[in-house]
């Protein structure tokens, strides 16, 4: 009889929130691959209905500690388009550096305490801190000062509550804007010697075929607004990710899994689908460090993810800068609107990829209907069509490595699903 092994992983390691993963292998098949995210539902979308708008963006910013400004952007984004706001070029900037501060700390907890400590046979970030001292103190320095745009924009570093539909409930002072420029200068320095050493890991080959979706916008690289671009199908409008997506429920997770309707396959967002779609699209300085570092005929390979995740910051760091240096005073903190009943969808790019709203409100501005699409959910199945593709080079190893190699793969998408303890139980079945 052939020898059938089961590998479970019970709680994954350096990742957001609770999930596990079962490996069933029959002889020299893969048999099953299942991620299973078994963190309890939170039924947001059912309790956002009754609200009234003006509450939306504060509570949808509790779905997530690490990305809440991604909730918070692509939600007055929907309700905007519902309402047909049309915020001023000065919101429309703050919000974007406002974004740049999430894409900078949530990139920069990622690689420097999650992802890099793969790469050197450690456990753990404070494990590596000890090689890397330095090192470890850049990143943390790069991640205080996304933190501290966010703290100004925001109101505060995490759960930001200055965000209202329309656009802010406080704008800054050019005083406090200029005040992070030195420190992310600093960071900017910092980013990019980080850029130059994570350039020269010993990156694992794994490089399997696979649809890529990102936002695309003509005149920047895509954050709040855009086109939902493919590496295989022609560009849709936003307004159409219903019509061309499709989410089911699936046994095994409490998370959807998402695929195309017409073509039930799946698909990969996040920094590299970005990085693939977008590349021309970088700051200038970012566009040529990424094609010295990281030409696009590498960055097929999944493990190189914290390359794209490290270009992408020095990007936000340069367009911060940027924006702060342009950023003019203004009254205006919001664009003043009447309630009326509509419905509005939006798309941004999280730092983990696109996420996409929809809502339907009532006339007196009340939510009747809400639909969110996170990053994560749309890109498990894609994860687990890469865990099958790449244990065919692990399946003569010890169950112990291939529990371990497959968490690192897992690691490299940074799903949102929280730190937990590891466990690894190994069941053999008879030979």
Request: proline share 6%; aromatic share 6%.
């Amino acid at each position: 009889m052939s020898r059938s092994r089961k590998i479970t992983v019970n709680a994954l390691t350096r990742v957001e929130g609770e999930g596990a993963l079962h490996i069933r292998i029959d002889g020299n098949e893969i048999a099953e691959v299942r991620l299973c995210i078994y963190e309890p539902p939170r039924f947001f979308e059912a309790f956002l209905c009754g609200r009234s708008i003006q509450d939306v963006p504060d509570m949808t910013a509790r779905i997530c500690g690490i990305c809440p400004v991604a909730y918070q952007m692509v939600s007055v984004h929907a309700l905007e388009a519902a309402l047909g706001i049309a915020v001023t070029p000065e919101i429309r900037q703050l919000r974007r550096l406002l974004y740049c501060g999430e894409w900078i700390e949530s990139h920069a907890l990622h690689i420097f305490m999650l992802n890099a400590a793969d790469f050197f046979g450690c456990a753990n970030g404070i494990e590596l801190a000890k090689q890397f001292p330095e090192r470890i103190n850049d990143g943390l320095r790069i991640k205080k000062t996304g933190n501290s745009i966010v703290e100004i924009l925001g109101g505060r570093a995490i759960h930001p509550v200055n965000v209202r539909v329309g656009g802010f409930h406080r704008l800054p002072s050019r005083d406090e804007l200029t005040s992070l420029l030195q420190p992310l200068c600093g960071a900017l320095d910092a980013a990019i010697d980080s850029a130059e050493w994570i350039a020269g890991f010993d990156f694992p080959s794994f490089e399997p075929d696979c649809e890529w979706v990102a936002l695309h916008h003509p005149d920047e690289y895509a954050m709040n607004e855009g086109v939902i671009a493919s590496t295989r199908f022609p560009a849709i409008d936003v307004g159409e990710y219903e019509r061309d997506f499709a989410e089911t429920q699936v046994a095994h997770s409490n998370a959807l899994h998402s695929t195309r309707r017409d073509h039930p396959s799946s698909y990969l967002l996040g920094p590299l689908a970005r990085l693939t779609l977008n590349r021309h699209r970088l700051v200038p300085d970012a566009l040529r460090l990424a094609n010295r570092i990281a030409p696009p005929s590498l960055m097929q390979n999944r493990f190189r993810s914290i390359l794209a995740r490290i270009i992408e910051v020095v990007s936000c760091l340069q367009q911060a800068i940027l924006i702060i240096e342009e950023y003019r005073e203004t009254k205006e903190a919001f664009m003043p609107h009447v309630a009326k009943a509509g419905f509005g969808c939006a798309a941004t790019e999280a730092p983990r990829g696109m996420m996409y709203h929809h809502y339907e409100i009532s006339d007196d501005g009340l939510v009747t209907k809400a639909k969110i699409v996170p990053p994560t959910s749309q890109n498990q199945r894609q994860i687990e069509s890469d865990l099958c593709l790449y244990l065919p080079q692990l399946i003569h190893e010890p169950d112990e490595i291939i529990a371990a190699e497959c968490e690192k793969l897992i690691r490299t998408y940074d799903p949102c699903i929280s730190c937990s303890t590891h466990a690894v139980t190994i069941d053999r079945g008879p030979r």
